[in-house]
């Protein structure tokens, strides 16, 4: 690790209302992306390593407060673009009995999706190669046009030539696809330049049918992946690193209050102790121990005095 690393997030931040136990709503912000910047952050607190959240906000006062977190969060916002005249997106989370969750989208205009236009979009580019890691995922590339997809992939790659890293987790949710088959497609694509791939089962099987680990594993290491941690929630992931494979599992008895944000602080866990040097296998121990934590508190962000030792 060099004394100036620089870690990219790109994505999308919403306005984020849960359902209160007396009925009402509780305003916050969330988005998978920006979870793991804000876990990232939390983690990389006193290392040498910076954070950087890249998306596209309105100038509306939900917009000013959004910024006003992610920079209490230690995040930097400095190559988050200001639109006039727009506005984040939206979505509200019900959870069941069993800390489950349901989501519901308004985000057919949000700003985020224009973040690969114009003048900003040129500059967003040419950031990228700046940095040594670059995580995104697939709920980025869902929010984006095919022409706006196609900037950012080829941004993707000139910042791999300039010796960037890339890490991307599927996060795959039906509604922000026109079908399957582009979903598959995206992904793919995205998957054979990624340098460490964070999935989970799940969105595995969802896209491509029922699969066990070893062969949803296998296949998104087959499209050139060296690094593959493949997550299945409780049971723990798989990991494929150099050809060798091992299973982690996660910490037992967990009694889940909201799954929000689970595997999103996996990530960060995990990509946070691999920058240290630590194996893969000690990472995702990590990332099961963080995740363990978040699911016992409502919401996706946990109070920072909640974060494990």
Same mark, same amino acid.
């Given at each position: 690790?060099?004394?100036?690393?620089?870690?990219?997030?790109?994505?999308?931040?919403?306005?984020? $209302?849960? +359902? &209160?136990?007396?009925?009402?709503?509780?305003?916050?912000?969330?988005?998978?992306?920006?979870?793991?910047?804000?876990?990232?952050?939390?983690?990389?607190?006193? /290392?040498?390593?910076?954070?950087?959240?890249?998306?596209?906000?309105?100038?509306?006062?939900?917009?000013?407060?959004? $910024?006003?977190?992610?920079? &209490?969060?230690?995040? +930097?916002? /400095? &190559?988050?673009?200001?639109?006039?005249?727009?506005?984040?997106?939206?979505?509200?989370?019900?959870?069941?009995?069993?800390? !489950?969750?349901?989501?519901?989208?308004?985000?057919?205009?949000?700003?985020?999706?224009?973040?690969?236009?114009? !003048?900003?979009?040129?500059?967003?580019?040419?950031?990228?190669?700046?940095?040594?890691?670059?995580?995104?995922?697939?709920?980025?590339?869902?929010?984006?046009?095919?022409?706006? #997809?196609?900037?950012?992939?080829?941004?993707? /790659?000139?910042?791999?030539?300039?010796?960037?890293?890339?890490?991307?987790?599927? +996060?795959?949710?039906?509604?922000?696809?026109?079908?399957?088959?582009?979903? #598959?497609?995206?992904? /793919?694509?995205?998957?054979?330049?990624?340098?460490?791939?964070?999935?989970?089962?799940?969105?595995?099987?969802?896209?491509?049918?029922?699969?066990?680990?070893?062969?949803?594993?296998?296949?998104?290491?087959?499209?050139?992946?060296?690094?593959?941690?493949?997550?299945?929630?409780?049971?723990?992931?798989?990991?494929?690193?150099?050809?060798?494979?091992?299973?982690?599992?996660?910490?037992?008895?967990?009694?889940?209050?909201?799954?929000?944000?689970?595997?999103?602080?996996? +990530?960060?866990?995990?990509?946070?102790?691999? $920058?240290?040097?630590?194996?893969?296998? !000690?990472?995702?121990?990590?990332?099961? #121990?963080?995740?363990?934590?978040?699911?016992?508190?409502?919401?996706?962000?946990?109070?920072?005095?909640?974060?494990? !030792?």
């Amino acid at each position: 690790m060099t004394d100036e690393m620089k870690i990219a997030t790109i994505g999308e931040c919403m306005i984020e $209302l849960s +359902n &209160r136990p007396d009925g009402g709503l509780a305003l916050a912000y969330g988005g998978d992306t920006l979870n793991t910047a804000v876990y990232l952050a939390r983690l990389a607190r006193d /290392d040498a390593i910076s954070v950087d959240y890249l998306t596209a906000l309105g100038d509306d006062p939900y917009s000013d407060e959004m $910024l006003a977190f992610w920079q &209490r969060e230690g995040i +930097n916002t /400095d &190559r988050v673009a200001r639109l006039p005249g727009r506005l984040p997106g939206l979505y509200t989370i019900r959870t069941d009995g069993h800390g !489950e969750r349901s989501f519901h989208y308004w985000r057919s205009a949000a700003a985020a999706r224009e973040m690969m236009q114009g !003048e900003n979009g040129k500059h967003l580019a040419t950031a990228l190669c700046e940095y040594d890691l670059i995580y995104l995922s697939g709920i980025t590339l869902s929010i984006l046009s095919v022409a706006d #997809r196609a900037k950012l992939l080829s941004a993707l /790659d000139d910042a791999a030539d300039a010796g960037a890293r890339i890490a991307f987790d599927c +996060n795959y949710r039906p509604r922000g696809w026109p079908d399957e088959r582009a979903a #598959r497609r995206s992904m /793919d694509e995205m998957y054979r330049r990624s340098h460490v791939a964070l999935p989970s089962l799940d969105d595995e099987c969802a896209l491509h049918g029922a699969m066990d680990l070893e062969s949803a594993a296998q296949r998104i290491a087959d499209l050139g992946v060296g690094e593959v941690c493949l997550k299945d929630g409780a049971a723990g992931c798989l990991q494929s690193l150099g050809g060798n494979w091992e299973t982690i599992a996660a910490q037992k008895d967990i009694a889940p209050v909201d799954t929000t944000a689970a595997g999103d602080s996996f +990530n960060a866990a995990y990509l946070y102790h691999r $920058l240290q040097g630590e194996t893969a296998g !000690e990472a995702a121990w990590a990332g099961h #121990r963080l995740a363990a934590q978040v699911i016992q508190y409502p919401g996706a962000v946990i109070p920072p005095d909640a974060m494990p !030792e």
